[in-house]
């Protein structure tokens, strides 16, 4: 623990409360005892190198310190960025809209961020309040702005928070253009941000950066409103929650113009707050985090369930049925994928072109339902900075509820567009007597039944991540669910003309995969799986889905097993 290294960092905090946070645990740290083991224990951790800035930007607690996301560490990055955009413009002025959600110390980031590129000579323009991170990134490409930054942590811990970096107008001008940033940018971007000089000589005007007009918001909606075309929403009552985030107005605005006035939102979650009482994890995919939804729905015979995470990029979705517990069940964002991937390739036929594409953790399914259209389908990287930049693109997804339906819009995963084009398909269905769970029955009958299933193994010990991925590599497992295991990829050498990843990937004899990778945002690793079972009638389906779940229950019986976290 270096003392004159914090003493320092709490001389040039530009923020009382943090400097006086690390200045407190200082003071511990000096003492004997337990507290005093705990404050040096914590300060390690604080001081045991900045906060990496990579293609997801920053992700970290709230709290001070190099290794937190604070002001000092927000006002570092954005000299660092303005820096690394000026030098991209030769020497012109960038032009930086910048959004925010309702976290801990979002807005007071936000402004920060905008009065260091005021400073530095650039164009500022902050959005009028916290929003949806879809708005932010729309915001990119409808004002020609070379970079975008979203202050949001999206569906972290309550305790986190992030800055996340889109390019664009002259910066990025290819089919990536507002989309997040890929290497070698990061890369570049860390290293101006590591040439920032001392924090209280970074210039902070107190004005002089343009607040947007609340219009802006009023553009996306009427976009995302108009992908149901004028009359064609039909009575549907749907359940909506933005699980305590910043979606609620923005969304119900979009659906209701869109045609979907029979909403209700869940009132417990409908305002933002940034403690998320109401669920452990403000995660649309954790155990638990829909059952005010489900309840909700019960109350008013709903139709649908659409949920947003707290920055609204991702949609959950679930539908009645009598077999699952409570009587509803939600959508795997695979299947989700599988429905807009078929709405979207059934338009893109009829003009005759456009790409689907979908990471390499997501199912296999898309890839069918491009080529059945005659479409080209690409396989990317994990994430949706992949994703967004593929030419052609009409429609991309990821298997995390991350949905891409109007790529022209906005370069990046959109929970409200996304919620609006689900409930545009449950409208039609309903039309015809038929329902969600009939399409992808439809899906099921004309491609083979694709079941995918997660297993995810949660960390306190990030070191312990690395270590069972090269256990995984000095001994796989030799089956899976009873069939040889045919193929294993190492994704660290790169495959299938994708770049280097971290991950392995195993193929059996019968078809099923499995995919073993760390999270790029949370200390986890994560094993996705899927079983492809082939399907003849209709009324095999029950059996056919029964068997394939029992199918994946045993190959993450295995893997748990085999990984030993």
């Known amino acids: 623990m270096d003392v004159e290294v914090i003493r320092r ?8 409360f943090t400097a006086n946070e690390v200045g407190t645990l200082l003071e511990e740290a000096t003492g004997d005892g337990p507290e ?10 604080r001081f045991s190198g900045p906060l990496v800035f990579g293609t997801a930007g920053l992700r970290g607690a709230v709290a001070g310190g190099p290794n937190r996301m604070n002001r000092a560490v927000i006002i570092r990055t954005t000299a660092g960025l303005t820096a690394w955009l000026t030098e991209q413009l030769d020497g012109a002025a960038p032009r930086v809209v910048i959004g925010y959600d309702a976290r801990h110390g979002s807005e007071r980031f936000a402004q920060d961020a905008a009065a260091v590129v005021t400073g530095a000579g650039g164009e500022a323009m902050l959005m009028p309040g916290p929003g949806p991170t879809p ?51 990061d890369a570049q971007i860390a290293a101006r941000i590591d040439a920032v000089g001392a924090v209280p000589d970074v210039p902070l005007p107190p004005d002089g950066w343009q607040v947007l007009d609340p219009s802006i918001v009023e553009d996306y909606i009427a976009r995302a409103s108009s992908l149901v075309p004028t009359g064609y929403a039909r009575s549907l009552r749907i359940v909506y929650t933005p699980m305590h985030g910043v979606g609620a107005a923005v969304a119900s605005e979009t659906l209701r113009r869109a045609g979907f006035t029979d909403l209700h939102v869940v009132a417990e979650q409908a305002e933002p707050d940034p403690d998320f009482p109401t669920v452990a994890f ?25 949920a947003n995470d707290p920055d609204a990029d991702r949609c959950s979705v679930a539908v009645p049925d009598q077999s699952a517990l409570g009587g509803w069940r939600q959508l795997t964002g695979d299947e989700v994928g599988a429905l807009l991937g078929k709405q979207s390739a059934i338009s893109a036929a009829v003009e005759g072109r456009g790409v689907l594409a979908s990471s390499l953790v997501s199912s296999r399914l898309l890839a069918r339902i491009a080529e059945s259209h005659g479409l080209e389908h690409r396989t990317t990287l994990t994430g949706f900075k992949w994703i967004s930049r593929v030419p052609g693109l009409v429609f991309g997804y990821e298997e995390a509820l991350g949905y891409c339906v109007d790529p022209e819009a906005v370069r990046d995963k959109d929970g409200i567009s996304a919620a609006v084009r689900v409930a545009f398909l449950a409208s039609q269905l309903v039309d015809k007597g038929r329902t969600l769970t009939d399409a992808l029955d439809d899906l099921a009958l004309q491609y083979g039944l694709h079941a995918t299933a997660p297993l995810t193994l949660r960390v306190a010990d990030l070191s312990l991540i690395p270590q069972a991925m090269e256990r995984l590599r000095s001994q796989g497992p030799a ?8 193929r294993t990829t190492d994704l660290s050498a790169g495959a299938d003309g994708l770049p280097p990843t971290e991950g ?17 945002t949370e200390p986890k690793l994560k094993c996705y799986l899927e079983v492809i079972v082939p399907v003849h009638e209709r009324d095999e389906l029950p059996d ?14 295995e893997l748990g097993t085999l990984i030993g976290l």
Request: charged share 25%.
């Open 135 to 185: 708005v932010l990134a729309y915001a990119v490409r409808a004002l020609g702005a070379d970079a975008g930054v979203m202050v949001t942590a999206s569906h972290n811990p309550k305790e986190d928070n992030g800055y996340k970096v889109y390019l664009g107008g002259r910066v990025v001008t290819d089919s990536g253009q507002g989309a997040q940033l890929v290497t070698p940018a």
């Open 9 to 16: 960092w709490i001389a040039e905090d530009p923020d009382p």
């Open 479 to 486: 089956t899976l669910a009873g069939s040889p295991v045919v």
């Open 36 to 45: 005093a083991q705990e404050a040096r224990a914590e300060l390690e951790d």
């Open 504 to 520: 392995l990937v195993y193929l059996t004899e019968r078809g099923d995969r499995a995919i073993v990778r760390p999270s790029g």
């Open 544 to 557: 056919t889905r029964r068997a394939a779940a029992e199918r994946l229950e045993t190959m993450k019986a």
């Open 282 to 306: 403000p995660n649309p995919e954790e155990p638990g985090a829909l059952d005010l939804a489900f309840r909700l729905a019960q109350k008013v015979d709903a139709d649908l369930i659409i």
